[in-house]
């Protein structure tokens, strides 16, 4: 069955950075664009961050923008979320997600990795 | 504050029926697809509806999703008491380049 396994969670001091990494089974990875979307505590999901399917165009939430990078190993059918200069606002629960059919929805949730943002 | 405007909560009693309401704009829902998200507490959150008015497989057609302009609705029927969840609604935004999401809607089943 489809499997979308996020890891690199942890706590971070607010400046460092910190990289995610989304493992990607049963599903045709170089078919598939993919989205990063959080949750902090207590609060509604939050979008932040989405690539296509060749990795050739990527979009992000302005509150993420010139600090995060998203990027994918097709190889290996994984993708990274690269975020730097993190601060407590970007504490939470970090969601892998697939697209599909061009943005039009999200399918296929992992189990999501916890971001803790310590000062 | 959200670019889709959902209620804070709805509730309603088991076997009653419940609506659920998102408000956008043009270049959000009034151009894109509208899809809805359960989120039951502690779990990651799961597509209801897709594409405005589907329903992905295993979905119950107690489900059902509609657009009108640059709003939509989510429509429960024959509540249950596993039911209660967050509910989410979601469109990209063709201005903002973004994949934006409604604040959430917490259904309480009485």
């Known amino acids: 069955q489809v499997q979308l396994v996020e890891s690199g969670g942890g706590v971070v001091q607010s400046g460092m950075s910190l990289r995610l990494s989304c493992a990607v089974s049963?599903?045709?990875?170089?078919?598939?664009?993919f989205h990063w979307v959080r949750q902090a505590p207590g609060k509604g999901l939050e979008w932040v961050a989405v690539?296509?399917?060749?990795?050739?165009?990527?979009y992000y939430a302005d509150s993420v923008k010139g600090r995060f990078s998203l990027s994918r190993d097709n190889p290996k059918s994984t993708l990274y979320l690269q975020m730097s200069r993190l601060t407590a606002e970007d504490m939470a629960v970090y969601y892998c997600?697939?697209?599909?059919?061009?943005?039009?929805?999200?399918?296929?949730w992992g189990q999501g990795t916890r971001v803790t943002v310590s000062s | 504050q959200s670019v889709l405007t959902q209620p804070p909560s709805v509730s309603a009693a088991p076997g009653q029926k419940v609506t659920i309401s998102c408000s956008g704009s043009s270049s959000n829902i009034g151009n894109n697809y509208i899809s809805w998200y359960q989120q039951l507490p502690g779990t990651a959150p799961k597509v209801l509806i897709y594409e405005n008015d589907k329903r992905p497989s295993g979905i119950p057609d107690r489900f059902s999703g509609s657009k009108a302009g640059t709003s939509a609705t989510l429509g429960i029927t024959g509540l249950q008491a596993g039911d209660e969840a967050d509910y989410y609604c979601a469109a990209w935004d063709t201005s903002l380049s973004e994949f934006l999401f409604g604040g959430g809607t917490k259904l309480t089943v009485l």
């Open positions: 997600v697939r697209d599909r059919a061009g943005l039009r929805y999200l399918d296929n």
């Open positions: 690539i296509s399917d060749d990795g050739t165009e990527t």
């Open positions: 049963g599903l045709r990875f170089t078919g598939s664009g």
